[in-house]
Every structure is written in C-alpha cells, then in structure tokens.
C-alpha cells in the first residue's frame, strides 16, 4: 500500500472491519488510561491550565477535521455544490459532536460544554460498543485512522471536561442544552431534505442499521429512541444533583 494510496484510502485488496480485535481494545484501553492520568495530574490544577489540556486535546480534533476535508476535496475530480458542501460540512453525528467541542473550547459556555460532552461520549459510546468503520485489515488508510482517531478524542474529551470541572449539570438550566439538541436536529433535517448531504445523520430515518439490528419497525423505534435519548441526558443530571447533595450533606455533618 502506497503513501498515495493511504493518503487517499484507496485500498489495494479485500479489507473489512474488525471489531473487538487486537487493535480495538488496546485503543479503547488507551483512551481510558489517558482519561484517567489527565485527571489525576490535573483536576486540581488552575483554570488556565485545564484550558490548555482542553485545547491540545480539540487541536487534535481540528486538525483531523481539517486534513480529512483538505484530502476529500484533492481527490475530488468533479465539484458540485452538494459535493463540496459534503465535503466541508460535519455529516454524520459524530463529526457533529467535534465540531460541538471545538465550538464549546472556543466559546467557553458551560451549556455548550455540557451539550458537547453529552453528545460526543454518546457518539464514542456507540462506536466503541461496535465500530462499522476504523478498525480495518488488512488495509488501512487516512480515513480509519480518522475513523479511530477522532472517536478516541470524542471519549476522552467528553469524559475529560466532567472530571476536569468544565462542565455543570444543573436542572435549572437543562433547558439550553435541550436547545442545543434542538438545533441539530434542525441541522440534521437541512442535511437531510435540503442539503441532501447526509441520508441518515442522527439515526432516526428508516431502514438505518441500528432500527435493523433491533428488529423494530420505524414508529417503535422512534419512540425507543426518544426514551433512549431522555433517560440518557437526564444522567448525567440526576448523578450531578446526587453527588451536590451528598457533599452537601457531608459538609452540614463536618460543620455539626
């Protein structure tokens, strides 16, 4: 396999993904042994500090956003408006929740940190769980090591900015992160019915793999779906109230 052909991901033989696998798991194991020394190095470092971690960690991630599309539109042989557009917008759900993270590091709202860290750790969730791209052999070229390598990013940034403090689930202001949620999904139907750039972005149309994997029809998935995601958002808030109260618990018993 040539620089060129790596480059452009073009494969010179049968290649197919292998989940679970040698390469897999040590990645998965490596993100979580990352997650785990940035924050014990540096949860009780300065504000300052922690917005370097955050910046070297979404650095990583806009680069590759930037090299993939600089390489899709090299080998782009014949622009259209839809093309390009394919080419430079963030499609898929995951590509959505890189650029919520590097809009969340460059803003510095705590509900965009929120939403972000939300979003990305479902998107890196569902991947490492079992990733229909990435992890291929015998051949992998610059979109897998994008595939693995922003998936990887997307869980140790995610989890990264709960345990390094960026974040703050509070009920009181769930509500800008429903808007946010409410936002993609907006985008999700321009790409969908207006941009034409992405067929299924956010899982919810039918005939996408996971309402096949299931075993359900579209209108039961949909409300599967919806639970899924309400329950899902609502833990990271009902563990936060949990862990408010018992430290205010703890600190009216010190101060007794």
Request: charged fraction near 15%.
């Amino acid at each position: 396999m040539s620089f060129i052909d790596w480059i452009f991901t073009t494969y010179p033989g049968a290649t197919k993904v292998q989940p679970w696998g040698i390469a897999h798991i040590l990645t998965l194991l490596g993100c979580i042994a990352l997650i785990v020394v940035l924050a014990l190095i540096f949860k009780n470092k300065d504000k300052s500090t922690k917005y370097k971690v955050l910046w070297v960690l979404v650095g990583l991630i806009l680069f590759f956003e930037i090299a993939r599309r600089v390489i899709n539109l090299v080998k782009t042989s014949e622009f259209t408006l839809t093309g390009v557009l394919g080419t430079l917008l963030p499609r898929p759900w995951c590509a959505i929740s890189c650029w919520a993270l590097i809009i969340a590091a460059c803003f510095r709202k705590k509900f965009l940190y929120n939403f972000a860290s939300i979003s990305a750790l479902l998107c890196a969730i569902i991947f490492f769980a079992y990733p229909g791209v990435g992890f291929k052999s015998p051949f992998f070229g610059f979109d897998d090591l994008y595939s693995v390598v922003t998936h990887a990013l997307l869980l140790i940034t995610s989890i990264s900015l709960i345990t390094l403090g960026f974040t703050n689930f509070r009920y009181k202001k769930v509500w800008k992160v429903v808007l946010c949620f409410v936002v993609i999904f907006a985008y999700a139907f321009l790409e969908i019915y207006v941009l034409k750039i992405e067929a299924d972005p956010l899982y919810f149309m039918p005939g996408n793999d996971v309402m096949d994997i299931i075993g359900v029809n579209h209108s039961l998935y949909l409300v599967l779906y919806s639970i899924f995601l309400l329950v899902y958002v609502n833990l990271f808030y009902v563990i936060n109230e949990f862990k408010r109260k018992k430290a205010k618990k703890e600190r009216l018993e010190n101060n007794n």
